[in-house]
């Protein structure tokens, strides 16, 4: 499985003559690690429970997105809060998120992926009913940002886990596919809304997420750890005891170590990682400012400017994301099959056309037909943007490399954009100009992605930052 890296060895090699260094030798008396370590380009079932495992938490944080989005309408008046106030206190989550964003994975890359992965499920799931509990808006907010802080990494795990043990031919495919759930999510949170909400209040609708923290166990149960990672901790430990004992070690060898021991927020920054780095930027920030937008703002559109109810707002977010889920599958089949650029522009400009579209029609079917329509490729562009991000770094800062590049998107499209879309909002009495600017950062997007984003389609981890 070695192949050679940017840094002219195996970034994954435990020991100098190939053999298991002695933390992989423990990994491998478990047989699902050994399902993956061994399996070249075989799928296992393990391979399926690993994906599993990465679509439960884009599922749960599409879940976690949406109540949150469909239930604020409900906030606002139960608390008397105006536009910009509630504006406030999502940001202030939002920031909260972005910490977990760098930790999460920083975390992992000393760590691992699977307890993580594993710890985030049952973080997010067991602080659900605490958000439900709170008594005044300021509970609400701090429960809030501790669930925020609590998801943000689960999805980045499970992306880091699946592009370290899936063969490269599937990588695209899988990761989109796996994040497609968050689509489903989308979906089931309207179902919940439309179901508690609508009878109960959001209170109840916000507990419901609870038992999901079951899933942790299977989670722990049937996820081995990434083979990567496992073999540069060994790789790691040998050099340093190497060098401990006086020994000499290659020039490959060292210069690779004084990376790995450095793992942060500078090594992003470095010559070797930096051209990486700044494609991975340019493609997360598009993302997070396209859909920061529709993921704060549609409920209230919907309820406040085009008279809907929460019973119907929630049952359109159903089939909205059930759109989606399609737009993601296609989309991973597209950026394998034939490429990542082609993938992220079909679904770019598809989703661009129809957005505009529904922004100005007034017929109630046709904002049915054209939301579900839009929604198709607005959420299917996400599947080859994930897999970029999750494909380009090489294992010693992957973790770390995710968590600032995703930091930083959400910073830009959470935090900072939101104040334009509120800001238009404010002066037009409207959300639709807020809702055409995205159109317009689609087909942005789409020729930055022509001119800026390389072809990995079909390559091993390694040979992408060769």
Known sequence: MSTITADGAADHAATSNGEAGPLEQQHLQNANYRAVAESGEKLTPTHWHIATANALGWGFDGMDGVIFALISPMVIKEFALSVPEYRWSLQFALLFSILGLYFWPWLADRLGRRTLLAVNIALFSLLMPVVALSPTFAVFVIARCIVSFALAGEWALGSMLVAETWPAKFRGRVISVTRSTWALGASLAGAITFTFATDWGWRAAVVVPGIIAL???????????????????????????TLESGGRVSDEDSQWFNKAKAVGIRQVFMPDVLPATLVALFIACSSTAIFGTVGGWMPLYLATEKHWSTAEYSLFYLFWGISGFFGLCLAGWLADKIGRRVAFVVTLLEGAIFMTLWVYTENHLLLWVFGL?????????????????????????????????????YFVGFVLFPFVTVALQQATGSFALSFLCIPVLMVAMAIGVMFMVPEHAGKDLDEIIT
Do not use: H
């Open 215 to 241: 899933l942790a166990i299977y989670v722990r149960a049937t996820c081995p750890e990434s083979p990567y990672w496992v073999r540069a901790q060994d790789r790691k430990r040998r050099i340093a005891q």
């Open 373 to 409: 329509a839009w929604s198709f490729g607005f959420l299917g562009f996400w599947g080859p943007s994930t897999t970029l991000t999750a494909e380009v770094f090489p294992t010693r800062i992957r973790g770390a490399a995710n968590g600032v590049v995703w930091a930083i998107a």
